[in-house]
């Protein structure tokens, strides 16, 4: 079944809805959907409804919906990842953790940031895709650059973490950690966090863990973390 997203889509409307210009072109033009066929669309807020075509006319495709869940969000997954130099690394980073299921993302702004890369539009673009693509019913809320120092001031939930490779600061393995429930992890730049910043953390209640013996890229160590993460919520 063929699911679109609809950003201003939600509970209060009726049996019949009509696609946005995107979807109307996409399912008319594109997938060449036809009057009958079935499709779900979904909201980034936990909002599916399942429904079908009825008409296709020249500026506008209109849906009669049969079921509308609302799905509950089980997770409180928050990554907080320092930039890459590659745009590109960034953006694919997005795309894998939208499609695993984290809830929230913060690009930190650390000592040892090169690059400031951030375009909030397109980022969205590809985490909405990534969210369609593997049937998610959430869209993850990506935040403004925060430097680190000021976020680590700023965060609320009990389980806290600081991945980072300084081999002199105890750390404890995050997959032996067992509640994950609700969980900020910040991963750190190349060349990772400085001491100064990863006892800063450490002060402000965050656990120092590591993610296994070998040394990470920035990006691949956010995917590890987050799989990590969603694994052990689903134990």
């Not at 980034?44 to 509950?72: C, M, N, P, R, Y």
């Not at 890369?117 to 673009?125: M, Q, S, T, V």
């Amino acid at each position: 079944m063929q699911l679109f997203y609809e950003t201003f889509f939600d509970s209060s409307q009726q049996l019949h809805f009509q696609f946005n210009e995107y979807n109307h072109h996409h399912a008319t033009h594109v997938l060449r959907m036809k009057v009958g066929d079935e499709l779900s669309i979904i909201n980034g807020k936990g909002l599916e409804a399942i429904g079908e075509i009825t008409q296709i006319v020249k500026k506008g495709t209109f849906i009669k919906f049969s079921t509308i869940h609302v799905h509950e969000q089980k997770n409180n997954i928050h990554i907080a990842i320092s930039f890459t130099k590659n745009p590109n690394r960034m953006e694919w980073l997005l795309e894998k953790i939208t499609e695993i299921g984290v809830r929230e993302i913060t690009p930190l702004i650390t000592q040892r940031s090169e690059h400031i890369y951030f375009k909030k539009e397109r980022f969205e673009k590809i985490m909405v895709s990534a969210m369609c693509q593997s049937h998610q019913f959430f869209l993850p809320e990506i935040n403004s650059p925060y430097k680190l120092d000021d976020f680590i001031r700023k965060t609320h939930l009990t389980q806290k973490f600081i991945a980072h490779c300084d081999n002199s600061i105890e750390r404890k393995p995050l997959i032996q950690i067992s509640n994950h429930r609700d969980a900020i992890l910040c991963i750190g730049p190349e060349g990772d966090f400085t001491k100064n910043e990863i006892k800063n953390c450490l002060t402000n209640g965050f656990q120092s863990v590591t993610l296994g013996s070998t040394r990470l890229r920035t990006e691949t160590a956010a995917l590890v973390a987050c799989a990590i993460l969603k694994t052990k919520q689903n134990e």
